[in-house]
């Protein structure tokens, strides 16, 4: 897509110069990539982050090294200024291992049809629903969102420009062939407890309905208001299907839904995370149990962070004590924010146990009590 002034200015505003990387081949620009700074949330707290974006190489220039120079020039810079951790969604899954980073969590899509969202028990709803204007959205929502995503592992902090510009702002080529983005509150005692953001895409086939709720982001602080919620959405009216991307593999649907196979959810990767810095990254999360572990990380990228870390009393240190588990830096990636276990890695050939046990502790220690999610691709 040819990118109008329009769209440059999203960019710009979220996107300060010196987060950006360009390579240059006889003064033409021929690769390119970026990062937004923001906090992802880790179980038990947030970390700033480099989530990276913006990752393209001109067809003329790409296998000679363009992408690997400006992901050297990007870790480099994001370990300079402190950033524990650098994230990303990646186009295809082959690219970002070799850079360090590990596949963290797991979404999917589903494409429900109209008759099987009957709930499995009945129930009350709670609260009240009210359809607000845009320009009513951010005051009303930023707070319930910033509220539920520091507790989420995988969300991250969105600013008022990011609201404005990514949330808010509805151009039309970004409705993918949909109306424009209807914002529902869900409130409980006059207080906004959760919210949801759809689009609708008419349609009639044969004098009948074929039009898509698209549901574009929906949370809530408790779990009435997330059933609630989707109760809502699931029963507009001339709807044949309804759909939702980037849903966690243990979302509440597959428990409530009385036939929750219909809604035919396709899993596949979520957000990559790459551990900038091993021992601010793991100081930067809470753990579920007392305990320590003594990890061997190799890191050919970033090879400072090579060596031994012992992980004791919620901290991260060097230490010469003996290793127990011996692991690549993706694997700690992928085990940070509590979405693969210890155990998973290591059936998978992607951890050593060197001392019996030690997988059982570091999973008591890292696990949490959900699935992280990231609802949004950055
Ligand atoms: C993906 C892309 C950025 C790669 O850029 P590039 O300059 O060709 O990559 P490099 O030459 O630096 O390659 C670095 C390594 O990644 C590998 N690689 C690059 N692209 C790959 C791909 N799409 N799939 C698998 N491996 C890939 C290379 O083989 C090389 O491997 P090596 O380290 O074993 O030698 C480029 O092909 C592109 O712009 N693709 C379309 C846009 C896109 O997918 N962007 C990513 C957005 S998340």
């Known amino acids: 897509m040819v990118p109008n002034e329009e ?52 067809p003329t220039h790409r296998r ?22 650098a994230a990303l969604w990646a186009s295809e899954e082959s ?12 979404c999917g899509e589903i494409t429900l049809a109209r008759e099987h969202t009957a709930f499995a028990h009945p129930f009350e709803p ?19 969102f910033d509220r539920i995503r520091s507790e989420w592992p995988g969300m991250f902090s969105r600013t008022p420009v990011w609201w404005e510009n990514r949330e808010i702002a509805d151009p039309e080529d970004r409705r993918d062939g949909a109306g424009p983005k209807r914002w529902v509150a869900y409130e409980q005692d006059g207080s906004v407890e959760g919210y949801a953001v759809y689009r609708h895409k008419p349609g009639f086939e044969a004098g009948t309905t074929n039009a898509e709720l698209r549901v574009l982001e929906a949370l809530g602080t408790s ?22 991307y980037l849903l966690p593999p243990d979302h509440p649907l597959f428990l409530l839904l009385a036939t929750p196979r219909r809604m035919r959810y396709r899993m596949g990767d979520g957000i990559w995370v790459r551990l900038v810095d091993v021992g601010a990254a793991l100081s930067g999360r809470s753990y579920a149990g007392e305990g320590s572990i003594v990890f061997d990380v190799a890191d050919e990228f970033c090879p400072w962070n ?3 870390w012992k992980l004791e009393g919620g901290s991260a240190e060097r230490s010469k004590d003996t290793p127990e ?10 085990a940070l924010l509590g979405g693969v276990s210890f155990a998973a890695l290591r059936r ?29 691709i950055f």
């Open 64 to 85: 000679r090294g363009v992408l690997r120079s400006l992901m050297r020039a990007q870790l480099d810079d994001a370990h300079e200024r402190g950033e524990p951790l």
């Open 348 to 376: 998978a050939g992607r951890v050593v146990e060197l001392n019996a046990g030690a997988i059982e502790r570091a999973d008591a220690l890292f696990r949490w009590d959900r699935h992280p999610w990231c609802p949004e």
């Open 223 to 244: 779990p009435e208001a997330l059933r609630d919620l989707w109760a809502y959405l699931l029963a507009v009216d001339w709807i044949a299907t309804v759909k939702s």
């Open 306 to 308: 090579e060596g031994r």
């Open 95 to 106: 690219i970002y291992g070799r850079f360090g980073y590990g596949l963290a969590s797991f």
């Open 325 to 334: 588990l011996s692991l690549p830096v993706q694997s700690l990636g992928s």
């Open 7 to 58: 769209r440059m200015q999203r960019f710009t505003d979220l996107l300060p110069l010196e987060r950006m990387y360009g390579a240059w081949s006889n003064e033409a620009i021929v690769g390119g990539a970026g990062s937004f700074a923001f906090d992802l949330t880790v179980p038990g707290g947030g970390v700033p982050t480099a989530g990276v974006t913006v990752v393209g190489v001109a």
């Open 126 to 144: 709670q609260g009240t629903l009210r359809l607000i204007e845009p320009e009513e959205a951010q005051a009303a929502i930023s707070p319930v």
